[in-house]
């Protein structure tokens, strides 16, 4: 049975920085792609940013290029995303999610297994 499961989250002044976590059981991360994507309150769910199966293939959102990383560790079977310079439109809850394929799918529908998410405030 695949598992996702966020962590990092919490409340951050504008600024700074939070590294979430992305940690995998049940399948390697060898095999997959993964997303990272945000739901604001009252917003729809948007991608952050996605890497594929072997890291050679990277996406941001605009509004997150340059202040946003996404990395993965083989090792540890687990996904990561460094936010930098974080503001407070970034404040939602952090979801992960497997994609179908070895692809990094930009869209939602390229994903069909989801993490239960992480809470990130941004708030002075």
């Known amino acids: 049975q695949p598992r996702l499961v966020e962590s990092g989250g919490g409340l951050v002044q504008p600024g700074g920085s939070l590294r979430l976590s992305c940690a995998a059981s049940?399948?390697?991360?060898?095999?997959?792609?993964i997303g990272w994507f945000r739901q604001a309150p009252g917003k729809e769910r948007e991608g952050v940013s996605c890497?594929?199966?072997?890291?050679?293939?990277?996406n941001y959102a605009d509004s997150v290029k340059g202040r946003f990383t996404i990395s993965r560790d083989s090792a540890a079977n687990t996904v990561y995303l460094q936010m930098n310079s974080l503001k407070p439109e970034d404040t939602a809850v952090y979801y992960c999610?497997?994609?179908?394929?070895?692809?990094?799918?930009?869209?939602?529908?390229?994903?069909?297994?989801w993490g239960p998410g992480t809470q990130v405030t941004v708030s002075s």
């Open positions: 049940g399948f390697s991360l060898e095999h997959y792609a």
């Open positions: 999610a497997r994609s179908r394929t070895t692809v990094a799918y930009t869209t939602l529908s390229g994903y069909n297994d």
């Open positions: 890497i594929n199966y072997n890291g050679g293939s990277i």
